[in-house]
């Protein structure tokens, strides 16, 4: 494990392993390559990246706080507010909304009582509008936590995920 300049240390050090493996892949001098995946690892052991987290990072792969910022704030997949158990993403862009989306997003929307960027009270659910998934053949198509695809989604079967999910809990 590299050293922490002033951290608190806030990973696990099976995450700083696996870090470190990612690292591993990189020419020593651009460690900040592993970004993405360092980003991914602290996501997946706390469910979000908090401030503290996002600068611990930095610290680890030596990069300015802001820069590491910049990554997990443009990109969808890293939740930079706490979310619910399952995060469920639905492509919304022109494809899968003229092949459902629009319906699967308003039944959604009814069976979990929130709207886009929102939690259900229990903390099971939060509900987000994706960009592309890049499965514009198999509309409209959604992601369970950023890993899991389900495509061709009527009624039917997001009322089955919902239940699937919900049992998990």
């Known amino acids: 494990m590299s050293a922490l300049p002033n951290s608190s240390v806030l990973l696990s050090p099976e995450s700083y392993r696996l870090i470190d493996r990612e690292i591993a892949k990189f020419p020593a001098e651009h460690k900040a390559s592993a970004v993405m995946a360092a980003l991914a690892i602290a996501q997946g052991q706390l469910g979000w990246l908090s401030q503290e987290v996002i600068e611990e990072v930095g610290n680890y792969l030596g990069m300015p706080a802001i820069a590491v ?4 704030s ?49 903390g ?14 198999d509309a409209p ?29």
């Open 74 to 122: 443009f990109y969808g997949m890293y939740n930079l507010e706490p979310a619910g158990r399952f995060k469920i993403t639905l492509c919304t862009n022109l494809p899968c909304a003229l092949s459902g989306a629009n319906r699967a997003a308003a039944h959604l929307k009814e069976k979990l009582g929130i709207g886009f960027g929102e939690t259900t009270g229990d």
């Open 141 to 169: 198509v959604l992601l369970v936590n950023n890993t899991r695809m389900e495509s061709f989604m009527s009624n039917g079967k997001l009322d089955a995920l919902l239940a699937e999910l919900k049992q998990a809990k």
């Open 124 to 137: 099971c659910f939060t509900l987000k509008e994706g960009e592309c998934l890049g499965a514009c053949g």
């Open 69 to 72: 910022y910049e990554v997990a």
